[in-house]
């Protein structure tokens, strides 16, 4: 599958405008996370719009590939993403959180068509994904499965059985992809729990290892592309991206981790003028780009 410069310059659009939704949707929910959707956008607007092999009209098709979210607390981005891409309203995304509302918290599969797992605990999505990709190569199914993980949720043993089962298995039809992002809830990944070396801890379980520039999109592709090519293991992407991207004044921010716009830290934008400011960065980042 090509990608042109013209795809690229339309997929940092469409992640512009996912962008804003993640925003205005959080403000409106007046709670959730920030740091991370933001920082996951480029990602999934290069699978929504590029890579996946899906049908926002046919959610339920069968050879669709499956995307498993095993961090299920930075559901905003996904909703932003695929309501831009068709799956429902973009104007639902502001039911975020509400009572009764299809787009929880945390994303619950028999709400919303188009969601393969219902998550929340963390470390179970690579083990739910493995086990998908074990099935599917037993049924000699064509569709690929994808498991997006946060670093932090690495510091579960659950997540290193699934990546011990998918090694020894060989599930060349599994590619995870981890938000490297280095920060958790109360700091830094490698002051709370170090996870380097991770690339080496990834190998020795078995699993080809790809790192890359989680804003870029060339090397996103690319590094799907490499994954499909593999024949032998499973790939993991640790994608390297910024908590909180697209807004300058929180980028690198643990403090955002879980705080929604109007009611995170105020040191530097007060809580009432956080939504516009937000949205005015995004804009005003996309231009520089």
Not at 88 to 110: I, Y
Request: charged share 25%; with cysteine.
């Amino acid at each position: 599958m090509n990608l042109s410069d013209t795809d690229i310059s339309a997929l940092e659009k469409k992640a512009e405008a996912v962008r804003e939704t993640i925003v205005r949707m959080l403000a409106a929910a007046g709670s959730g996370h920030t740091a991370g959707p933001l920082g996951m956008a480029d990602i999934f607007t290069a699978f929504y719009f590029h890579i996946l092999n899906h049908d926002p009209k046919n959610p339920d098709w069968e050879e669709r590939d499956r995307l498993i979210l095993s961090n299920g607390h930075i559901t905003p981005v996904r909703y932003a993403a695929m309501a831009h891409a068709g799956y429902f309203p973009v104007e639902e995304c502001m039911t975020l959180r509400k009572f009764g509302s299809r787009l929880q918290g945390h994303p619950e599969r028999d709400k919303l068509p188009g969601l393969e797992t219902t998550s929340g605990p963390l470390g179970s999505g690579l083990s739910q994904a493995a086990g998908i990709a074990y099935g599917a190569r037993m049924d000699a199914r064509k569709f690929r499965t994808y498991c997006f993980l946060s670093d932090g949720e690495l510091q579960e043993g659950n997540s290193w059985e699934g990546a011990m089962f998918a090694g020894a298995n060989r599930l060349h039809n599994l590619t995870a992809l981890v938000d490297r992002n280095n920060i958790q809830i109360t700091g830094d990944t490698e002051d709370i729990m170090p996870l380097e070396p991770l690339a080496d801890k990834w190998s020795s379980f078995g699993w080809h290892v790809l790192e890359i520039d989680g804003h870029n999109m060339r090397e996103i592709h690319d590094a799907v592309e490499e994954a499909k090519a593999i024949i032998e293991k499973p790939t993991v992407i640790i994608a390297h991206t910024i908590p909180g991207k697209g807004v300058h004044d929180i980028e690198g921010d643990y403090r955002w981790h879980g705080n929604p716009p109007g009611k995170g830290p105020t040191d530097k934008v007060p809580a009432d003028k956080q939504e516009e400011v937000f949205l005015n960065e995004i804009r005003e980042s996309a231009k520089r780009a």
